[in-house]
Nanobody, 129 residues
């Protein structure tokens, strides 16, 4: 049974916007560190936006600052990635993930990919020039 299910990917032109959604059906009382990651073919997976439920954004990839934002809807238990001013270099498969990281470790420089226990199947985002 899928526990994290992403949706909202697609193809857009440079400058366009997309909103990715991730329905979370795990215990978020124990897994409060939620994030969006992306991976291009042949490259390592990188963290894009990470939040801690109740505290907000904890980590953001510098190259998306001012263009992307992460949010969590408690009622729907859904985490979103709003992506504006998209660039061709944003093309990748985007994954949402969750893990039982304590607050201090839900920050760049502390978390590792292996700390995120639950992963979605990924959704493709393609930005054309």
């Amino acid at each position: 049974q899928a526990q994290l299910v992403e949706s909202g990917g697609g193809s857009v032109q440079t400058g366009g916007s997309l909103r990715l959604s991730c329905e979370v059906s795990i215990d978020t009382d124990s897994n409060k560190c939620l994030g969006w990651f992306r991976q291009e073919p042949g490259k390592d997976r990188e963290g894009v936006e990470i939040l801690y439920i109740g505290l907000g954004t904890m980590d953001e990839l510098p190259s998306v600052k001012g263009r992307f934002s992460i949010s969590h809807d408690n009622a729907k238990n859904t985490v979103y990635l709003q992506m504006n001013s998209l660039k061709p270099e944003d093309t990748a498969i985007y994954y949402c993930a969750a893990g039982p990281l304590a607050t201090p470790f839900c920050r760049r420089g502390y978390w590792r990919l292996g700390d995120f226990t639950f992963w979605g199947q990924g959704t493709q985002v393609t930005v054309s020039s």
